[in-house]
C-alpha cells in the first residue's frame, strides 16, 4: 500500500524559544484541531449515464440512476430518459432550483457529476501515542474514527462506497515541529478496525454543503 500523506493546517507558531516538547496531551489537542473531526464527505453521481449493446449497463450504472431517480424524487433534479434507434439507453439530470442550492458538480471518470453532503467524520479517540526517541518534537499517534451525522443525501446516493455509518477506521497521524510551526500529516489515512464496537449513527441533519468546503455550484436552471 502506498503511502498517501496530506499535510493538514498548521496549529500555531511560537514566537521565540524552542517549542515544547510532544507528549500525549498535546499531540491530542494538535490532532483534535487540525485533522478530520467533522471533516464533510461528500458523495458522486454522473448526471448523464448511458448504456448501450456495446457498452453492457453495470452494476454502478444501476446505482446511479437510482441515484439520480432519488434525487428527482427529493425535488433536485429532473431527469430525462431517452431511448436511441441504435439501442443506447441515456439518463441525464438536470439541476433544479431547489437542488442548485444543495447540489454541487465536480468532473469523475464518467463525466461530470453531481456531488452531495452526506455525512461528516467524527473522532472517537487518539490512541497509541509515540514520541520519537531522539526528536522530542517528533511523534505519531493513531486516530479513531467513524463516519456520523448523516444528511438526507446519505440515503439518496446510492453511489456512496464504502461509508457505513458507526463503523470504526483508525488513521495514523504524524506530528512535528517544523520551524516554529506544528503540522500534523496523515501517514494511513483509512483502515478498517477490528474488535470495536459501531458507534451510534446520530440524528440527520441540514444537506446544506458547509460554507468552507462547499464544491462548484451548476449553473441555475433556465
Not at 448501450?52 to 433536485?76: F, Q, S
Not at 520519537?132 to 456512496?160: Q, R, V
Not at 459501531?198 to 462547499?214: L, N
Request: charged residues 25%; glycine residues 6%; proline residues 9%.
Amino acid at each position: 500500500m502506498r503511502l498517501i500523506v496530506i499535510t493538514l493546517v498548521a496549529l500555531f507558531a511560537l514566537a521565540c524559544g524552542a517549542p515544547p516538547a510532544l507528549d500525549e496531551k498535546l499531540a491530542a489537542d494538535l490532532i483534535r484541531r487540525n485533522a478530520i473531526d467533522d471533516e464533510p464527505i461528500y458523495a458522486e453521481v454522473p448526471q448523464k449515464v448511458w448504456w448501450a449493446p456495446g457498452n453492457a449497463k453495470d452494476d454502478y450504472d444501476g446505482k446511479a440512476v437510482a441515484t439520480l431517480r432519488n434525487l428527482e424524487e427529493a425535488g433536485l433534479l429532473k431527469v430525462k430518459h431517452v431511448i436511441e434507434a441504435g439501442g443506447r439507453e441515456i439518463y441525464q439530470g438536470k439541476v433544479t432550483e431547489k437542488g442548485f442550492a444543495i447540489l454541487g458538480t465536480v468532473p469523475s471518470a464518467r463525466g461530470k457529476a453531481f456531488r452531495g453532503k452526506i455525512c461528516v467524520k467524527k473522532i472517537d479517540s487518539i490512541e497509541n501515542f509515540i514520541r520519537h526517541p531522539n526528536d522530542p518534537t517528533i511523534g505519531s499517534a493513531e486516530i479513531i474514527w467513524h463516519y456520523a451525522s448523516p444528511t438526507p443525501l446519505y440515503e439518496m446516493f446510492e453511489t456512496k462506497i464504502d461509508k457505513p455509518l458507526g463503523k470504526p477506521y483508525r488513521s495514523v497521524a504524524s506530528i512535528r515541529n517544523d520551524k516554529g510551526l506544528w503540522r500534523v500529516e496523515l501517514a494511513v489515512r483509512k483502515a478498517a478496525v477490528v474488535d470495536r464496537v459501531p458507534a451510534v449513527p446520530g440524528p440527520a441533519i441540514s444537506a446544506a454543503p458547509d460554507s468552507s468546503t462547499e464544491p462548484s455550484r451548476p449553473q441555475p436552471p433556465r
